[in-house]
């Protein structure tokens, strides 16, 4: 059974940098590209940075290149996002699940929320 578990969000002003963590719960996870995915209300889920199993950065949305940076630790089964000069455009559920279409044929998890308000 796949498992992720997403953490670190919350309410923050505009302008903080929180980072956000992702427990993988995978056989193997140093060979899967990962990614982090978010969900703005009434939008379709995105995703919004992806990681190969070494450490490659593989994709960056363009609305978040210049801020966010992910990152991984294989030792740990741990992805992160850290996100830098929030926006109130941020806000939405951040998800954690593989790149590759496996992610469709599994459940999602319940993400972690942010909120950019001041």
């Known amino acids: 059974q796949v498992q992720f578990v997403e953490s670190g969000g919350g309410l923050v002003q505009p302008g903080e940098s929180p980072r956000l963590s992702c427990a993988a719960s995978?056989?193997?996870?140093?060979?899967?590209?990962v990614g982090w995915y978010r969900q703005h209300p009434e939008k379709p889920r995105v995703l919004v940075a992806a990681?190969?199993?070494?450490?490659?950065?593989?994709y960056m949305s363009d609305s978040v290149k210049d801020r966010f940076t992910i990152s991984r630790d294989n030792a740990k089964n741990t992805i992160y996002l850290q996100m830098n000069s929030l926006v109130p455009e941020d806000t939405a559920v951040y998800f954690c699940?593989?790149?590759?279409?496996?992610?469709?044929?599994?459940?999602w998890g319940q993400g972690t929320q942010v909120t950019v308000s001041s």
């Open positions: 990681i190969t199993g070494s450490g490659v950065t593989s």
């Open positions: 699940n593989f790149w590759s279409t496996v992610r469709d044929k599994l459940p």
């Open positions: 995978i056989s193997n996870f140093r060979e899967w590209t």
